[in-house]
């Protein structure tokens, strides 16, 4: 079984800062999948990045990019020039590749974006 | 192109009451999940379903609770005789079956109350 570890529960940064959030996970597969998603206070799920394992380059959407080291099995999530609108949980989640399967979790970090 | 659709976004019921909650996945897709999310908690896998199909249901507590999918309408998880450890919020994912391995994408939650 997979695990998704987030050591940080919570984080503060100041705006237009940046910040990393950690992540680690433990699994015996090859080929996999890594996400990181936000939860604003509206609850909402929304998908901030994605990287296949197989891909050695490291995923960037606009201010949110990953450092992926797969042997130390590790996805952290930076998070340059912070907005307040950036102030959410941030979950890191685990899906194995083969068929389209279950995500799993990590318990999350709150992040809090300050001025 | 609507999102996932989740009805009701919240739920009051009585312990012993049904709970019915509700999931339209994005049109084109064909493939739902349901997650759940304890207070102060990550989510948790519990039902992946295809149309008509139930494809992995190994989150799923063995008793009270149920996932459909049928051929035309929403997917429905149902609980029955709810219990206080019910609340919680209650997600639903959907990704298209063309694409393996591609994004899930969330709806909004329903929140479960039970008084």
């Known amino acids: 079984a997979q695990t998704v570890t987030q050591s940080q529960p919570e984080m503060s940064v100041q705006e237009a800062e940046t910040v990393t959030l950690s992540c680690t996970y433990d699994t015996s597969e090859n080929n996999y999948y890594l996400f990181w998603y936000k939860q604003p206070p509206s609850r909402q799920m929304i998908l901030v990045i994605r990287q296949e394992a197989y891909k050695q380059q490291n995923a960037t959407e606009n201010r949110f990019s990953v450092n992926f080291q797969k042997a130390a099995k590790s996805f952290s999530l930076k998070i340059s020039d912070s907005q307040l609108g950036d102030t959410a949980m941030y979950f890191c989640a685990f899906m194995k590749s083969g068929t389209a399967s279950k995500l799993t979790f990590g318990t999350g970090t709150r992040l809090q974006v300050t001025l | 192109n609507a999102g996932v659709m989740q009805n009701p976004r919240h739920l009051v019921r009585r312990r012993g009451q049904e709970a019915r909650l509700r999931c339209s996945p994005m049109k084109g897709h064909s493939h739902v999940y349901w997650y759940r999310q304890l207070p102060e908690e990550g989510l948790k896998f519990m039902v992946y379903l295809q149309k008509e199909n139930i494809i992995d249901e190994s989150g799923m507590p063995k008793e009270r609770f149920s996932a459909e999918f049928p051929k035309e309408g929403p997917s429905i998880l149902r609980i029955q005789q709810v219990v206080r450890g019910d609340s919680a919020a209650y997600f639903c994912?959907?990704?298209?079956?063309?694409?393996?391995?591609?994004?899930?994408?969330f709806g909004p939650g329903t929140r479960l109350l039970v008084l």
């Open positions: 994912a959907s990704s298209p079956a063309q694409v393996i391995q591609e994004t899930q994408y």
